[in-house]
């Protein structure tokens, strides 16, 4: 194997946007890096020991892993003969920049549809849709009448509607109104359909999941006082709906819900939200947390012997420090460490790569984020940057949500899980925010 081989088969190991399956070879447990954080245990025993359905919420950063974490998770209810319809919303369903429950709404039915179709009749839906097919038809779907369908070609409507929300902007609002109109129906006949599934499931299982991800992908959109977005209208105002069918359900939301400040609201209508933090890289103190450190390059490690088994971390970096450095400056994010050593091994003609290479990969990546701060943002994360804290407010949350804030969970010598938030890393090296941090009094 030549040179360039041997890095296209490293580069490929680091694709940040591909989560692991479960039982992949290369996937490492960081539960104890991440404040004793076990999905297995936090949502997947909450549904197993549950007599009654549940309706969960799983939050953490963008790219912090929740995906491999979702899959682990749906691996393991199935072996208790739990029937999982696991879907990712933003790949066919909705589009992340411009969504309204409607569209979450619509996905679900159309998931559910197609992965119980052979478990119960579609009759529901079906009706629901035939009632509606003269509002409905003209939005992009057929002209040609219902009854005249085929029973797939029916059901096939449902994702036509999902798709057209996605990708057809001229269309979407007046395909929302429509559905908005006759969302107590639809959850009725969705329910229906669920509930006699439920008596022939597949492979034996007793229950039904529903895993809704990456949902916290929507962009949040504010209204013109800045006070509430569009994930208001969806995660709280809609919550009742959300939480009305008749299955466990789990949707992704976006960390900035967990601090609501209708956050009473959230856990009167869900089980407590469960939140995937950072990697723990550094302690509130500030000294490297070498557990987390040892963590994120055993994740290289194993990446990289899968890919070329011979091959070691001391063969591919040019030094120890320079691996550490890219795990300490991706602030436990495991997505921007993908990035951060995909862009690497673009800049490296050859093994092992240089400290030039990391050092222009950091560069760029940092300049993403100075990008995404305002100018009356430097002080505020000049403020989280010193006291280690957020502040519960709309201005504060945005910046958690673009990742310039991030949150790390530990337990402490009492077994009580602490809480704390950084500026990320990569932020520390722009000269804005030094600045800032100079002037900042407290």
Same mark, same amino acid.
């Given at each position: 194997?030549?040179?360039?081989?041997?890095?296209?088969?490293?580069?490929?190991?680091?694709?940040?946007?591909? #989560?692991?399956?479960?039982?992949?070879?290369?996937?490492?447990?960081?539960?104890?890096?991440?404040?004793?954080?076990?999905? @297995?245990?936090?949502?997947?025993?909450?549904?197993?020991?549950?007599?009654?359905?549940?309706?969960? @919420?799983?939050?953490?950063?963008?790219?912090?892993?929740?995906?491999?974490?979702?899959?682990?998770?749906?691996?393991?209810?199935?072996?208790? *003969?739990?029937?999982?319809?696991?879907?990712?919303?933003?790949?066919?369903?909705?589009?992340?920049?411009?969504?309204?429950?409607?569209?979450?709404?619509?996905?679900?039915?159309?998931?559910?549809?197609?992965?119980?179709?052979?478990?119960?009749?579609?009759?529901?839906?079906?009706?629901?849709?035939?009632?509606?097919?003269?509002?409905?038809?003209?939005?992009?779907?057929?002209?040609?009448?219902?009854?005249?369908?085929?029973?797939?070609?029916?059901?096939?409507?449902?994702? *036509?509607?999902?798709? +057209?929300?996605?990708?057809? #902007?001229?269309?979407?609002?007046?395909?929302?109104? =429509?559905?908005?109109?006759?969302?107590?129906?639809?959850?009725?006949?969705?329910?229906?359909?669920?509930?006699?599934?439920?008596?022939?499931? #597949?492979?034996?299982?007793?229950?039904?999941?529903?895993?809704?991800?990456?949902?916290?992908?929507?962009? #949040?959109?504010?209204?013109?006082?800045? *006070?509430?977005?569009?994930?208001?209208?969806?995660?709280?105002?809609?919550?009742? =709906?959300?939480?009305?069918?008749?299955?466990?359900?789990?949707?992704?939301?976006?960390?900035?819900?967990?601090?609501?400040?209708?956050?009473?609201?959230?856990?009167?209508?869900?089980?407590?939200?469960?939140?995937?933090?950072?990697?723990?890289?550094?302690?509130?103190?500030?000294?490297?947390?070498?557990?987390?450190?040892?963590?994120?390059?055993?994740?290289?490690?194993?990446?990289?012997?899968?890919?070329?088994?011979?091959?070691?971390?001391?063969?591919?970096?040019?030094?120890?420090?320079?691996?550490?450095?890219?795990?300490?400056?991706?602030?436990?994010?495991?997505?921007?460490?993908?990035?951060?050593?995909?862009?690497?091994?673009?800049?490296?003609?050859?093994?092992?790569?240089?400290?030039?290479?990391?050092?222009?990969?950091?560069?760029?990546?940092?300049?993403?984020?100075?990008?995404?701060?305002?100018?009356?943002?430097?002080?505020?994360?000049?403020?989280?940057?010193?006291?280690?804290?957020?502040?519960?407010?709309?201005?504060?949350?945005?910046?958690?949500?673009?990742?310039?804030?991030?949150?790390?969970?530990? @337990?402490?010598?009492?077994?009580?899980?602490?809480?704390?938030?950084?500026?990320?890393?990569?932020?520390?090296?722009?000269?804005?925010?030094?600045?800032?941090?100079?002037?900042? +009094?407290?």
């Amino acid at each position: 194997m030549n040179d360039f081989q041997i890095l296209k088969r490293i580069f490929n190991a680091f694709d940040p946007f591909r #989560p692991l399956p479960p039982g992949d070879p290369t996937y490492v447990d960081c539960e104890e890096v991440r404040g004793d954080c076990d999905i @297995l245990i936090e949502l997947g025993r909450s549904i197993l020991l549950s007599d009654r359905v549940t309706c969960n @919420l799983y939050a953490g950063h963008r790219g912090a892993g929740k995906s491999t974490e979702l899959l682990r998770l749906k691996a393991d209810l199935e072996q208790q *003969k739990y029937y999982v319809v696991y879907f990712a919303a933003d790949d066919e369903d909705i589009d992340p920049e411009d969504a309204q429950y409607t569209d979450i709404l619509l996905a679900c039915t159309r998931r559910l549809l197609e992965g119980l179709k052979d478990s119960a009749k579609p009759d529901p839906l079906l009706n629901w849709l035939k009632y509606r097919w003269d509002s409905l038809k003209d939005l992009a779907l057929t002209e040609v009448k219902f009854e005249s369908l085929s029973l797939e070609s029916q059901m096939l409507q449902f994702a *036509k509607l999902t798709a +057209n929300l996605r990708a057809v #902007p001229s269309t979407r609002q007046k395909i929302r109104e =429509q559905v908005d109109a006759n969302t107590v129906s639809l959850i009725e006949a969705l329910n229906e359909f669920i509930t006699d599934a439920k008596h022939n499931l #597949p492979l034996g299982c007793s229950e039904l999941v529903v895993i809704a991800d990456n949902l916290d992908r929507i962009v #949040p959109i504010y209204e013109p006082n800045g *006070k509430r977005s569009n994930h208001d209208e969806i995660f709280i105002d809609r919550c009742e =709906q959300l939480s009305k069918l008749n299955c466990h359900t789990i949707y992704t939301v976006p960390i900035s819900m967990v601090y609501s400040d209708r956050g009473t609201v959230l856990e009167d209508r869900y089980s407590k939200a469960q939140v995937l933090p950072m990697i723990m890289v550094r302690q509130p103190t500030g000294e490297t947390y070498t557990k987390g450190i040892d963590k994120l390059k055993e994740l290289i490690d194993k990446r990289i012997r899968h890919s070329v088994p011979d091959l070691t971390l001391e063969q591919v970096f040019e030094d120890t420090n320079t691996v550490e450095q890219i795990c300490l400056i991706s602030g436990g994010h495991v997505r921007n460490l993908m990035l951060l050593m995909k862009t690497s091994l673009q800049r490296s003609p050859r093994l092992p790569i240089a400290k030039k290479a990391v050092r222009r990969a950091i560069t760029e990546l940092r300049e993403t984020y100075r990008t995404a701060v305002n100018e009356p943002e430097w002080m505020m994360l000049a403020q989280v940057a010193k006291t280690k804290q957020m502040p519960n407010q709309d201005e504060y949350r945005k910046l958690l949500f673009n990742r310039c804030i991030l949150e790390y969970r530990y @337990l402490d010598e009492g077994g009580e899980i602490k809480v704390w938030h950084d500026v990320h890393p990569l932020i520390h090296g722009i000269e804005r925010f030094q600045s800032a941090l100079k002037s900042h +009094n407290p």
